[in-house]
């Protein structure tokens, strides 16, 4: 059992479904789990339950996911390891992928994708990556407890050959 973690916008279901693919194994999107669990979005279930209750939910849908013996890659959402003891969890249950792109490298992807994610809209470029630079900060000590660090400056390809290859060796 594979499990991606890292910021939002680092990578994890764009490489996770190729990892999958490559290595043979089922692909799991924890946040789209629970969306089709829950038959609501993550962004409403935040809004009318609250973060706590999302988070509870995380931690329940990750450990669900395990439960069969089948080969898998998780992408985790960017909070679940810093939530529980989810990442104490994941490293007892599997391999941890830290995806661990730079600030700019964030920035460069999420500034697009600022009307699809609420927690973004409206933030200026400096207001932005301000945003991205505190929040990683804040829960960097959780991904780098991660059995393997992926320093992300180039594309997914690269970092899927990487990891490949680290999986292989390591």
């Not at 509870?56 to 960017?78: C, F, M, N, R, W």
């Not at 990442?87 to 999420?110: A, C, H, Q, S």
């Not at 609420?118 to 991205?132: C, R, S, W, Y």
Request: hydrophobic content about 40%; glycine content about 8%; overall charge negative.
């Amino acid at each position: 059992m594979l499990f991606l973690i890292g910021f939002m916008g680092s990578g994890k279901s764009t490489v996770g479904r190729q990892l999958a693919k490559a290595i043979g194994a089922d692909f799991y999107d924890l946040d789209e789990i629970i969306e089709t669990a829950e038959d609501q979005t993550i962004v409403k279930i935040f809004a009318t339950k609250g973060e706590h209750f999302f988070r509870e939910l995380e931690s329940h849908y990750l450990k669900t996911i395990h439960e069969s013996d089948q080969p898998k890659v998780i992408a985790t959402g960017g909070g679940t390891p810093c939530f529980f003891d989810n990442m104490e969890w994941m490293n007892e249950n599997g391999i941890t992928v830290f995806l661990n792109p730079t600030v700019d490298v964030l920035f460069n992807r999420l500034k697009s994708e600022t009307a699809h994610r609420p927690i973004l809209a409206g933030k200026t470029d400096a207001a932005l990556q301000d945003f991205i630079t505190e929040k990683l900060n804040s829960r960097l000590h959780f991904y780098q407890k991660a059995k393997i660090v992926m320093n992300v400056e180039s594309n997914e390809v690269d970092v899927l050959q990487e990891l490949l290859m680290c999986l292989v060796i390591g």
